[in-house]
């Protein structure tokens, strides 16, 4: 019988790359990770249903989940889903404040209310993310309604990649906004992922006890 506690990292698309990298960086191979579409960020009212199958399908496989996603648009819904399968979520309401450290995104946000964020993966697909999951690309004149009340775009890059950064300054140019950038890393998220790697050092539970909450 293993020993060893099985654990899950049931995760956003868009971060599959950046957890992917942190497992690494952490010793993490035993942790398994699994990916739902990046593009439903532009439906986010079908992320909770999504998330339900999928855990509900994993929660006798697993001894701890970790779901990599922040509250993204959600209302809560994630949460509650939190609390009836006891595994935790990341930090904060989305990507760009656990990317951050704590309290740092607030900062931003206050003191340009009107930013439109991207990170290395929204910078890398913008036009497919953007341009065309919104419309745009098809319908031009999306382009004032969507983002005609920004007055900037804030990059934060987790590499710092050349050509990322010039991904990100085209992206800018499209949508006609100065473009500001920070060397953000991965932030709390990578705070969370070594915290939830401690897990799976931790002996499996006895098959009896293995019932009870994961957290």
Do not use: W
Not at 15 to 26: C, D, G, P, V
Not at 30 to 56: G, K, M, Y
Not at 85 to 112: K, T, W
Not at 118 to 143: C, M, N, Q, W
Request: proline letters at 5%.
């Amino acid at each position: 019988m293993s020993t060893s506690r099985r654990l899950l990292v049931l995760g956003c698309g868009a971060l599959a790359r950046e957890f992917s990298q942190l497992f690494e960086l952490n010793g993490l191979g035993e942790v398994t990770l699994e990916c739902l579409p990046a593009s439903l960020h532009n439906r986010p009212e079908q992320i909770p249903q999504r998330v339900r199958e999928r855990l509900e399908a994993a929660v006798n496989d697993f001894d701890q989940i970790l779901l990599g996603y922040g509250d993204c648009g959600t209302a809560g819904a994630l949460d509650l889903l939190c609390e009836e399968f006891s595994v935790d979520r990341l930090p904060g309401a989305h990507c760009y404040e656990f990317f951050l450290g704590e309290g740092i995104f607030e900062q931003l946000h206050d003191s340009e209310p009107a930013t439109f964020y991207l990170t290395d993966y929204l910078a890398k697909h913008f036009d497919r993310l953007v341009f065309e999951g919104l419309g745009i690309s098809s319908h031009p004149e999306l382009l004032e309604i969507y983002f005609g009340n920004y007055k900037r775009v804030v990059f934060l890059t987790q590499t710092n990649s050349a050509e990322l950064r010039s991904a990100a300054c085209d992206a800018a140019t499209k949508i006609g906004l100065p473009l500001e950038v920070i060397e953000a890393g991965y932030g709390q998220l990578e705070t969370a992922v070594a915290e939830f790697g401690i897990e799976s050092r931790k002996p499996a539970l006895p098959p009896l006890q293995a019932s009870g909450a994961r957290r």
